[in-house]
């Protein structure tokens, strides 16, 4: 078994423990086969096996057994590798991204410690250009390359990261200030599953469609393809800096695109990292590394990006301000975007649900990542029956959470709950909506400022009720540890319904529990936002068979799934002849030059014949044509 892939080899290993015995030789063939069925349909995830989900699942588990991918090995120093790996033990006393002392460099800062990393270079325009004529030279002979290719270069890059879990958490903990768990929940386990689901069902999304023709082309074949637009210009943000940049490069690469991603100067130290994981298991298979770039700078970087003639599409994620930015840059030349703008979703607490159960999702939904999640729950419904008990109850809940330093560095344990905020005007903006709030009538019952205990850039988990509409918070992106409560009187479906709706703009994700789940759902469809879970909270991440994307404020272009692997590529519409020799002839009433006397009459034959719904009509069009021929 130690030529097997890290999965299939560590699912063998559990399955002979399980069994008692050391090889599968020892193994009865009736059991063997049901093994083999069993893993097959792990990587596949197929509820319900058709013959043709059956055959690809055993092609695929044939492929990772019989096509084993090497590990790789990515240099690391001390300061990604261990907890205390920073040589500068003092904090600065405030983040500074751009040093007058070192112009062209981004300075790079651990957000919870305020411990100087180092520094990378702020591209300037040129740079940008000569990073993406690499990419695009790259890419020519990339997308010539088979799925069977492209996922043995996705599989490396799983195996590194499955072995190396915890050393990417922590560089991601330095980098943006969140525990490690939040990070191998946010971070690892979403790109580990994103390319499982890639890996196993990509190919089939990018097969060729074939469509119908109608009865007049029925001598015709036709059929969509999906092709690579050529290099992908992504602009990623800071909350989940490993995740954000490997989501794109894994459709990216495996549509035949290259990949250069603009990384927020918020977090930037890590990206050099992240990118040499890609590249490294590109070129351990034979291909170019320039297939995946990494551009590091400030706004100058990204307007360049969108503007570089060799980028053929844009993905970006981040505000709407900055959204309609890149929309604009895109426009000179009417390139392609795809704007994810953030979120303030909502998640409604029925008043039939049982309070026990719901509170670990409120929790999670409001303060993993320390509130900084495009589908973090911005807005918490809960039914006024239910109301006051739900408060009383997640109160101590939230004031015992443990803020502070993710990591065992510079004296402190790493064990805590939620970490730090990555921008410090972020913590501006949060305090901001907190006091408009508070002078409008609601109550702050804990949080509400700066931890004065902590030296990093830390805001308190907060907990507001009293939330009504008239509050900026109610309508503008808080993006913090902070829970915003408000109650839907008289336990009324219609009015949670329009408070969801009406009052802000944004429209991402979105949930609802209810003990009945006809209920929720019926809540959740009146919902405008892009994606819906009942009676749970961010599993779209875990299936990313879904599109992942919003609408109004939120922006539009998906994600994952089918829709986001096709938003890759362009789609070409394609028509071939069905019977070899049997081609399409312009009738000669109809060619150039046209018969000015059965020409027309001709055309109305045609129409009857194949439009019309009666059959005298259609008996009517053939005359027509038999006379007009």
Sequence with gaps: MSGCSAVVASAGEILLGALGVESFSDVPPATLVLLVLSSAFILRSVPLPSPSDL??????????????????????????????????????????????????????????????????????????????????KAQASWSATTFAQR?????????????????????????????????????VMTTCEKIRCINANGEGWLRPEFRPVGPMMMHKTAYVEYVPFGVLGVIAPWNYPFHNMLNHVISGLFSGNAVVTKVSEHTSWSADYFSRICREALRVHGHDPELVQVITG?????????????????????????????????????????????????????????????????????????????????RLFVYESIHDEFLDKILPKVKALRQGVPLATCGNTGDVDCGSMIMEGQMDIVQELIDDAVQ??????????????????????????????????SREEVFGPVMCIVEVPNDDDDACVALVNDTCEFGLGSSVYSARGDRSAKIGSRIRAGMFTSNDFGVNYLIQSLPFGGVKESGFGRFAGPEGLRGCCLERAVVKDRIPGVRTTIPSPIDYPIDINKGLPFGIGLIKLFYDESLWGKIMGILGLIKNG
Excluded at 73 to 97: F, H, M
Aim: charged content about 25%; overall charge neutral.
């Design 55 to 136: 055959f690809g699942a055993v092609s695929l588990l044939s492929e990772y057994l019989l096509h084993p991918v090497p590990a790789i090995a990515v240099e690391c120093d001390p300061s990604i590798s261990e907890d205390d790996g920073v040589e500068d033990k003092v904090g600065a006393s405030k983040i500074d991204l751009a040093d007058e002392s070192q112009p062209g460099r981004v300075q790079c800062y651990d957000p919870s410690t305020l411990q100087r990393l180092g520094s990378v270079r702020a591209m300037t325009a040129r740079d940008v250009n000569e990073s993406c004529a690499r990419a695009s």
């Design 440 to 473: 409008k009538g609601a109550t702050l019952h804990c949080g509400g400022r700066r931890n004065p205990a902590l030296k990093g850039q830390f805001y308190e988990p907060t907990v507001l009720s009293g939330v009504t509409p008239s509050m900026r918070i």
């Design 298 to 378: 400030f706004g100058e970087a990204g307007a360049a990006l969108v503007d570089c003639s060799h980028v053929d599409k844009v993905i970006f994620t981040g505000s709407p301000g900055v959204g309609r930015k890149v929309m604009e840059g895109a426009s000179k030349n009417l390139k392609p975007v795809i704007l994810e703008l953030g979120g303030k979703d909502p998640m409604v607490f029925c008043d039939d649900v049982k309070i026990k159960d719901v509170i670990p999702w409120a929790m999670r939904g409001c303060f993993q990542n320390s509130g900084q999640n495009c589908c973090g729950v911005e």
């Design 151 to 187: 996922r043995l270069v996705l599989r490396t890059i799983q195996r590194y990261v499955v072995s190396n879990a915890e050393r990417i958490c922590r560089a991601s903990s330095r980098d943006s200030g969140k525990p490690k768990v939040d990070a191998l929940l946010g971070e």
